[in-house]
């Protein structure tokens, strides 16, 4: 789905580019020297949600964590995966409270109740989450990482992921095509059905892929000085303000209130 | 040899290769062989020759990559800006070489185009503020702002290579050497890089291209160096070079200099085309293969509930016809809805409307995925299987799949994996799994994008040889030598 709107931009700029290239003379800002939130705010996020679900906190205080913990997602542009994620949220809430209602009558809905109860526990942290990782851009994280003086055997293999990330899609795209075409598992029951021989014909060309990818990628990457330098600079300065003190301070007060509501 | 070879020139040369010999690890043949070679300050020269004549081995021992990172065994001493291959440290590489590979896929490594174009300069140790005032800068150079704060994943290959060569750049590099840098690009792109690396000569920044497509930077090239079966066969100037036959260049592998003369043809063929579908009447030819009519093919974006009514992309198609035994080329530039037009007919995805048919009736997507082969640009995402024969064997019995495999020149290799395999051998086996299911029509994407003229006659050959077994062949396709040679009909898409 979000493939189509990929190609879609493509196209666009492909039309826009020739125009784009007439303003050669005009002044360009390359992105924003200071980052929104902080990557380290959104990174103790996780960790305080991971906290909240381990102390099975009260009801109340999951829901103010987990509308607390979407507003990266506000700030970043990214409403249609928050307002997604907060239905899904009152979904499973409404599921809870309707199971309470009636489970006296009808004892079977105790296992719908407790299955919503699980996954609403989650919740906090799948928003957490795609917080940190979808509204942050992988050369934030790299100079937030750096900042903290994480060694490059770690920042590297990040910075890998990241770059992955976005193909893997498109991968999986073109194998489900050509399985498609050769018959295998057009659809996805047929994917269910059988599952080994479906998991090997989808796994075995994407690692096939990424190992000549992973052959390119070093070279390139070597032939840009990827490591030959003992203090490597970040073109981002991420630094805390006072407004990511401010949200480290409602974090800190989120875990308190949950430990007094457990 | 036109070319003096004086100590003294060597000496003030950017770029030298004296008496190089190189052998890649576990590999029995020797990628290059005695080669004397050398680029002066300045000069824009083309490493020409066929695939697998050691042009991409030079490029590697001119950033050196080879022979310690690409591991090899080097006689010889080659020279880059005062760096000598094998005992440099390829950090000290990266500031005086700038490298643009082949693949414009698999060579950036952020995911993110700005984190690109920084991330030399901050593997450097280039000052953040220093950094974004180069990034600006380049982006004006190269009139890339558009590119700029873009996920690279969902670029063009032509912008993806535009990025490239300004990524390899950032660091003002005395040299720029470039693999076969158009492989994957169709004549727009093409016309884009050749701009970035005229303004790159106009700066006095040496360029070193090795292709064996001539044409799209003939005017800007000062010097030839022919290499063949990892021998230097000949350095001439540019002037020379152009005066030779073109018999000459053919036999060397090269594509043509001058490609006005299949332009011309395929132009010819696109109006020839469209006269005769004007002119046809109901089925003189018989029962077309596939048939399209008034079909709209496109996508739709997701909004915030659901699915956008209007599409994003839409593009309508002419009525056409596909027949058994033609070989049918659509050309047009990159998003004219080609890829989209195959993976429609192909059932892999809905058409917007309109009516596909094939042997005359109307068929629903399971049908079209039934009777559709496809061989894709990255053929590896369609081999699933660990040897060749048992790729065909999903499909089909042991003797359909040895005479198949015996039709394509491949039954020697029957045992092998098919990952052993060379690039041209996986396409053909690409093919033979449509083959053995009995595919009613092929189509193939840009099915010679980084061949050489030989190659690319050979699957020219191959195409009319699958048309001869009554196959309907579609062939999507940026190659105007391919196109005028082996097309019987080419749709044109705007």
């Known amino acids: ?262 | 040899m036109t070319e003096e070879r004086g100590e003294r020139v060597a000496d003030a040369a950017m770029c030298a290769l004296r008496g190089c010999t190189f052998e890649y690890a576990g590999a029995a043949v020797r990628a290059l062989r005695d080669v004397d070679a050398h680029v002066r300050r300045g000069e824009f020269v083309v490493l020409a020759g066929r695939s697998g004549c050691g042009k991409t081995t030079v490029t590697r021992l001119l950033n050196g990559l080879a022979p310690v990172h690409v591991a090899g065994a080097l006689e010889g001493e080659a020279r880059t800006a005062g760096l000598v291959a094998g005992r440099a440290d390829i950090g000290a590489y990266a500031r005086v070489v700038g490298s643009v590979f082949q693949n414009p896929k698999t060579q950036y490594f952020q995911a993110c185009s700005t984190d690109e174009l920084a991330f030399a300069c901050e593997n450097a140790g280039v000052t953040g503020d220093e950094i974004r005032a180069r990034i600006a800068r380049a982006a004006r150079r190269f009139g890339i702002e558009d590119l700029l704060d873009r996920t690279i994943a969902e670029l063009s290959g032509g912008q993806q290579q535009r990025l490239a060569v300004a990524a390899a750049t950032m660091l003002d590099p005395d040299v720029l050497v470039l693999d076969e840098p158009t492989s994957n690009l169709d004549a727009d792109a093409m016309r884009a890089l050749h701009d970035m690396l005229a303004a790159l000569k106009r700066d006095g920044v040496t360029v070193v291209v090795a292709e064996h497509r001539l044409a799209w930077c003939a005017d800007l090239v000062d010097r030839y160096i022919v290499l063949d079966d990892g021998a230097c066969v000949g350095g001439y100037d540019a002037q020379t070079f152009r005066a030779l036959p073109a018999q000459r260049l053919r036999q060397w592998g090269l594509r043509a200099l001058d490609v006005g003369g299949a332009s011309a043809q395929v132009r010819r063929k696109i109006e020839e085309t469209r006269a005769r579908r004007m002119a046809a009447t109901g089925d003189a030819d018989g029962t077309p293969v596939l048939s399209v009519r008034g079909l709209r093919v496109g996508y739709r974006a997701r909004s915030l509930f659901g699915w956008k009514r209007t599409p994003t992309f839409a593009r309508e198609i002419p009525d056409l016809d596909f027949h058994a035994g033609r070989i049918v080329g659509l050309v047009g530039r990159n998003g004219a809805g080609k890829s989209t037009f195959a993976r429609t007919i192909c059932g892999l995805q809905r058409a917007l409307g309109g009516t596909i048919a094939v042997d005359g009736r109307t068929a629903t997507r399971d049908e079209l995925s039934r009777a559709a082969g496809m061989v894709m640009q990255d053929v590896h995402y369609q081999l699933f299987s660990d040897s060749v024969r048992g790729e065909l064997m999903l499909d089909g019995g042991r003797a359909r799949c040895d005479a198949i495999l015996g039709d394509l020149g491949l039954l020697d290799n029957a045992d092998r994996h098919p990952m052993s395999l060379s690039g041209g051998e996986r396409q053909r086996l690409a093919i033979g799994t449509a083959l053995i299911a009995n595919k009613r029509f092929i189509v193939l994407d840009e099915p010679t994008s980084g061949l050489d003229h030989g190659n690319m006659m050979r699957v020219g050959a191959l195409l009319r040889a699958l048309a001869d077994r009554g196959v309907a062949v579609i062939v999507i396709t940026h190659d105007d030598e391919l196109a005028a040679q082996w097309c019987d009909e080419l749709v044109e898409f705007t």
């Not at chain 1, 700029?13 to 929104?36: C, E, I, N, W």
């Not at chain 1, 269910?192 to 690692?207: A, D, G, K, N, T």
Request: aromatic share 4%; net charge positive; charged share 15%.
């Open chain 1, 1 to 262: 789905m979000t493939q189509t709107v990929e190609r879609a931009a493509v196209e666009r700029a492909g039309t826009t580019s020739t125009v784009a290239r007439t303003f050669v003379q005009r002044d360009v800002a390359v992105g924003d020297a200071r980052v929104a939130i902080d990557p380290r705010v959104k990174l103790a996020g996780v960790a305080v949600a991971n906290v909240l679900m381990i102390m099975h906190v009260a009801p109340v205080v999951q829901m103010v964590a987990v509308a607390l913990l979407s507003v990266p997602l506000f700030v970043a542009g990214k409403a249609r995966a928050a307002v997604r994620m907060l239905a899904c949220y009152a979904l499973l809430c409404a599921a809870q409270w309707l199971v309470q209602m009636h489970v006296d009558a009808l004892p079977w809905l105790h296992i719908v109740g407790l299955t919503a109860n699980g996954v609403a526990m989650m919740m906090p942290c799948l928003v957490a989450g795609a917080a940190a990782f979808t509204t942050t851009r992988a050369g934030d994280l790299v100079c937030a990482m750096r900042r903290m003086h994480v060694p490059d055997a770690v920042v590297i293999p990040v910075v890998v992921i990241m770059r992955f990330f976005p193909t893997i899609r498109r991968d999986y795209r073109m194998i489900r095509h050509s399985m498609r075409l050769r018959g295998h598992a057009g659809n996805g029951l047929a994917l269910l059905r059988r599952p080994v021989r479906s998991f090997e014909c989808i796994i075995v060309p994407l690692l096939m892929n990424a190992t000549t990818v992973a052959n390119d990628l070093t070279l390139a990457a070597l032939t840009k000085g990827l490591g030959t330098c003992a203090r490597p600079t970040s073109m981002r300065t991420v630094r805390m303000r006072a407004s990511d003190w401010a949200a480290l301070a409602v974090l800190a007060a989120l875990v308190c209130v949950g430990a007094a509501f457990a």
